[in-house]
């Protein structure tokens, strides 16, 4: 009996673009997305979750995809008034995605866990898919500069990427523990595929993969590994990916991606911009038109995905 | 040298709108708000202050008068997106109103005092006022019904003041401090007069009074003290003075409102429409037009009340 469960690893907007076509075009409680949670922090008193945030609100069907972020109808009477008491307003926080923020940090307080409230945050949202934080135990992306290590929202968002990474570290992931589901949607259920999305590799993927087990769980489990490349035309869509890539001194090609992820795929979709590069790497490929402005374009690359991850469990030998 | 500080005691609404019709006659600087914090609870894991916030709304020109309390151009998207997430909405909090409760809750976790805190607060909304609330110290007002003791706010808000009151508690005020100001307010800068709002007495004022040291200062004042009634006709205009004075078997008269400030006030303001009871108040008396419907009201009464301060100042031996 094989399974239809389709597991995907994601960050934030970009990825969870591709998790939305893959929720859109699986049966409705076939996806389980586990999310990147190194870019959390606390700010205002309140624990803040960036990309299972972006994840949930993308899947509900309530992201604001003009603004690229947050929620749509979205009011900012909070940051304005909050400006006038000499309130902190670099991180800007909607009225609507500060009831998220507010009910986590409230539940966290009560000694619920991470993963449990998020659970319960999809089913209010009506979210069939399993959303899994990669992590119930705190991670935080710390990013290496010349001016020394700064946490990851103040590099993000303050500073806007501007400082030159020279080195990027997840402090508390050597001690931290697979969110329950994590370990189960990787081995346990026997998914189909195991999706890592286009998401930034160095801050978004790298940070599950920092949790003892997941990289573990990709090496041995069934089922294909495939990654979608994050980079189009040998350039990132949006986000500092290729920066970064040029700061730490890897080529800005999608070689280096699938070199990146060496191990632990066992295929990659390579945009149709880059196919002259196709030849520089030793992988089963895809190609494809990864570039997902709109939503048919979503469901279009999570079916031809799919379709990729079926032709190679046909190849794929049980371990 | 004779001063021209004036303090107010005060609860929420209706005391705030004395506040500012004191406010607005006063030099800028001259008034200091002593206010009620039994209120004050913890909610959504937020510190909230609803009668030193609705002081503030007010003396800042933000509040909504024609709803009566809260901010004036607020807008009600946190309570909306939070009833989707399953989350407590019998207490509405507006988009702008939560940023001071962040503001609040992120900087009393800071270790600052709320009297800090609110002086700060009071400092960006440019009111030129002090606004002390009457302790830093948690204190907790308690009522007492036939099912047994509940929290101020599920008796104000959630149940609308329905139970049958029986009692009322100051939970923490036996060991509570009152806030640096308050004493000095009272005492130390020898202030021209004090006046106690026209707030609920048994709830707004009685808190105040319950600090160690206030019902003190109030006693050994040289400054006239003058309260002015909450009753307009035998009857409350607003809120549950009426019906708390009844259930605690307390005549719903402005005799007892005079009574129940025995020994504390040198002068009491009388509604007109109440003059007929005049007689049975044995205390210099001030009849008045009480009903602040209007700014001009509130400055007209506030007027009458200091020139009756001011009689009363002529009269009064120093103590």
Redesign the interface.
Same mark, same amino acid.
Do not use: K, N, S
């Given at each position: 009996m094989s399974s239809h469960r389709v597991v995907a690893l994601c960050g934030g907007i970009g990825g969870a673009k591709l998790a939305l076509g893959l929720y859109r075009v699986l049966p409705a409680d076939a996806l389980t997305v586990i999310v990147n949670t190194g870019d959390d922090f606390e700010h *205002?008193? #309140?624990r803040i979750s960036p990309d299972v945030d972006t994840v949930l609100y993308t899947l509900a069907g309530l992201a604001d995809t003009e603004v690229g972020w947050g929620?749509r109808?979205?009011?900012w009477?909070?940051?304005?008034?909050?400006a006038?008491?000499?309130?902190e307003t670099w991180f800007r926080l909607?009225?609507?995605? *500060?009831? #998220?923020h507010?009910?986590r940090?409230?539940r966290l307080?009560g000694g619920e866990t991470l993963s449990t409230i998020i659970a319960?945050?999809a089913r209010?949202?009506e979210i069939a898919a399993q959303v899994v934080p990669m992590s119930d135990d705190v991670v935080s992306t710390r990013v290496g500069t010349p001016q020394g290590e700064i946490e990851f929202q103040d590099y993000f968002v303050r500073q806007r990427c501007a400082p030159r990474v020279t080195s990027l570290r997840f402090a508390g992931a050597g001690s931290a523990r697979p969110a329950p589901g994590v370990v189960a949607a990787l081995q346990g259920h026997a998914p189909a595929a195991i999706i890592i999305c286009p998401s930034n590799p160095y801050l978004s993927i790298d940070p599950i993969l920092a949790v003892p087990g997941v990289r573990g769980s990709l090496r041995s489990c069934a089922a294909p590994v495939i990654a979608v490349t994050p980079l189009v035309g040998g350039q990132a869509i949006k986000g500092p990916t290729g920066k970064i890539m040029t700061e730490l001194g890897v080529p800005l090609t999608p070689a280096s991606i699938v070199e990146h992820y060496s191990g632990l795929i066992d295929g990659f979709v390579l945009d149709a911009r880059d196919r002259g590069v196709a030849s520089a790497i030793d992988l089963p490929l895809k190609v494809s038109d990864t570039v997902m402005a709109t939503l048919d374009d979503r469901e279009r690359l999570a079916q031809e995905v799919l379709d990729f991850a079926a032709a190679l469990r046909a190849r794929k030998p049980r371990s």
């Open positions: *205002l008193g #309140l929620r109808h979205e009011t009477t909070f940051m304005q008034v909050l006038t008491l000499g309130g909607g009225d609507g995605d *500060l009831a #998220l507010v009910e940090t409230r307080a319960d945050l209010h949202l």
